[in-house]
């Protein structure tokens, strides 16, 4: 079975301040690992990928295969970060299974 | 990438009565995907609907509460049947696209209240 946990349900900080989102995962195989975020009134999108390596607004993440983590980071969080964080797996089966997401508030 | 789009976006419902969803994507898609968001949770994937055989049924889920249509490669539906209040959901419409690289999208979702 695959699984995705995000411990935090809500998290604050302030403009400027590195924000650190976190994402474990459960699954035997080599998963796939994607952060989808949610702003305001607006549809689910695609942030970042693991195989892609990229960095998308300042976001970075890496997968942790020891670990079995791949946290979302920036250095310096904006007031537009504000908005829902999802992280979420794709197995073999094709199939998504969604963390239950971090609410990221960033204050002035 | 794949532009998605679910009708209605939103709508009340009578408790007993059944609603349809549509989805329509601008370009062809093997694989789409119907996902239900209750308030205040995650997404949790109802069925995968692949054109031309019959939709895949996550645990918990079952064809005659929420039959799916996938006619063609562009188009699908999911019906929600004797809908009661614990239905009340945002239903949301993806697909998996290969450019790039088997991305998966999503529409901006239905939102249904039952009362």
């Known amino acids: 079975a695959q699984r995705v946990t995000q411990p935090e349900k809500l998290l604050s900080v302030f403009k400027g301040a590195p924000v650190e989102l976190k994402c474990n995962y459960s699954y035997s195989g080599s998963p796939e690992l994607f952060w989808y975020v949610q702003y305001s009134r607006q549809r689910l999108q695609l942030l970042l990928r693991h195989i892609s390596r990229e960095s998308i607004k300042g976001f970075t993440a890496d997968l942790n295969k020891g670990e079995t983590s791949f946290h979302l980071k920036k250095p310096f969080a904006q007031e537009e970060d504000s908005a829902m ?18 609410l990221l508030t960033v204050n002035p | 990438s794949a532009v998605i789009s679910q009708k209605p976006s939103r709508d009340i419902c009578q408790r007993g009565t059944s609603l349809t969803i549509q989805c ?25 609907a692949n054109q031309g055989s019959e939709a895949t049924y996550e645990s918990g889920f079952v064809i005659d509460k929420f039959p799916i249509s996938r006619p063609n490669l562009t188009f699908s539906t999911l019906t929600v049947s004797n809908m009661s209040p614990e239905d009340s959901s945002i239903y949301l419409c993806s697909v ?20």
């Open chain 2, 24 to 48: 329509q994507v601008d370009s062809q898609v093997t694989m789409m995907f119907w996902y239900r968001q209750q308030p205040g949770q995650s997404l949790t994937l109802i069925a995968t």
């Open chain 1, 85 to 102: 964080y999802y992280c979420a797996l794709k197995g073999s089966n094709y199939k998504l299974t969604f963390g239950k997401g971090t």
């Open chain 2, 96 to 115: 998996e696209h290969t450019s790039p690289g088997n991305t998966i999208y999503f529409g901006e979702g239905s939102w249904l209240t039952v009362v």
